[in-house]
Every structure is written in C-alpha cells, then in structure tokens.
C-alpha cells in the first residue's frame, strides 16, 4: 500500500525550463492539494482539486498549472521556472473535504539555477 | 482564510520534560488540526478536534480548544528525543486548510 507518491523527489532544472512534478495517491481520495514551503513563509497553497477535472487556485497559483484527468494522479507543472519557485513541494490528498485530514507526500525538493 | 498563528516559534526541553505549544486564530471555524513536520519529510496529522469539543486526548497528546478565546494548545507529555519536530494547527471551516509558520520543538536527550 504506497500511500501517496511524489515524483522526482529531487530535481534541478534551469531557468525558463518547463517541469512537472507528479503525485499519485492510493486511496481514491477525493480531494489533492498542491503546497510549497519556503524557509520565513511555511507552507502556501499552490492549487487543490475536489475531483477529478475540477481544479482551483490557493494562495501562490502564478506560473503553475495543474490537472486531473483521473482520481489517483495530480500533477504539478512549472510552465517556465523562475528561481523564486526554488521549494521544497508537497503533495497531500484528503478523503472528506477541504478542511479535513491532510495525507502529505514526501515532498519534491525543487531548485531552479 | 482560518490561518492559525503558532506560538512559541521555538522550543528546547528536556526528554521527559512535557512541551506545550499554542495557537491562536481569527475566525470561526469547523476544526482545527494540529500536524506534525520531521525534518525533510511531509506532514503528518495529529489529531482534529471539532468546534464543540473542548478537550481531546490521543497517545501522549492532548489538544484543547477554547472558541471563544479563540484558541488551542496542544500538549505534549513525556517528550521523547523522537518528538523532535514543528508543529502546526490548521484551524479550519469549509474552506482549504491555511498552515502558519509553525513551532519548532526540538527535544534534548
């Protein structure tokens, strides 16, 4: 039972590159979210899904893009990276809703030169 | 947005010392969450307590509640080495969880 995956879990891309970060979850949750954290800003929303095709923006949704063709996959992509999306990404999916337990990925440690 | 503000934003005790950790929010809520970070690893969830409960308890953890101060602490007895970690409260209410800075707790054997 993999639970919920990320991949790469380390990746170093230039700038203007364009990169996409996976998840892929288990558990048929309904819901997956999109978080980055920053040392001083802790962790912001990029983007969540309630469904499968059904996506909205968090706090920081500028130069990212996210799909959801199906339920157990979310990706996250970097249309063209800028060296302020240098992060640390994680992945979390929930079963009930918005504002219930979060199940976090191992996260995708992101640099962009 | 519900987002929770943790305090202190560091801590240093001693193993088998007990760790309490507060926070405090703005608005009304449904729940609110307290998660747990290790050290490059993704979050993990504690415990949720409900907007009527008052107190709750899991392991050696225990989360109180108070709305109308609008607060939570979370408490943690019998600190182990291992608890070594931030934590963060998720006040929520129908809306995607908002994560302050967190606090760092850092437990000495």
């Known amino acids: 039972d993999a639970g919920i995956t990320q991949s790469p879990r380390y990746k170093i891309t230039e700038t203007g590159r364009q990169v996409t970060l996976m998840c892929h979850q288990t558990?048929?949750?309904?819901?997956m979210f999109w978080y980055r954290q920053d040392l001083g800003h802790g962790l912001r929303l990029i983007y969540y899904?309630?469904?499968?095709?059904?996506?909205d923006k968090g706090e920081v949704p500028d130069g990212y893009v996210v799909s959801r063709s199906k339920t157990e996959n979310f990706p996250l992509t970097l249309e063209s990276a800028t060296r302020s999306q240098t992060s640390v990404y994680f992945c979390?999916?929930?079963?009930?809703?918005?504002?219930?337990?979060?199940?976090f990925g191992p996260g995708t440690r992101l640099t962009v030169t | 947005s519900q987002q929770g503000e943790e305090d202190p934003q560091a801590l240093s005790i001693q193993e088998g010392e007990n760790a309490t950790m507060n926070c405090s929010y703005k608005?009304?809520?449904?729940?609110l969450q307290w998660y747990r970070q290790n050290s490059g690893r993704g979050l993990v969830h504690l415990i949720l307590?409900?907007?009527?409960?008052r107190e709750k308890h899991s392991g050696r953890l225990r989360v109180t509640l108070d709305t109308s101060k609008k607060s939570s602490s979370l408490l943690i007895t019998a600190s182990r080495a291992a608890d070594t970690a931030s934590y963060f409260c998720?006040?929520?209410?129908?809306?995607?969880?908002?994560f302050g800075k967190g606090t760092r707790l850092s437990v000495i054997a």
């Open positions: 608005t009304s809520i449904n729940n």
């Open positions: 307590i409900r907007s009527n409960e």
């Open positions: 558990w048929s949750h309904s819901y």
């Open positions: 979390a999916s929930s079963l009930t809703g918005v504002d219930y337990e979060q199940y």
């Open positions: 899904s309630a469904a499968a095709d059904i996506t």
């Open positions: 998720a006040p929520s209410g129908n809306t995607p969880l908002v």
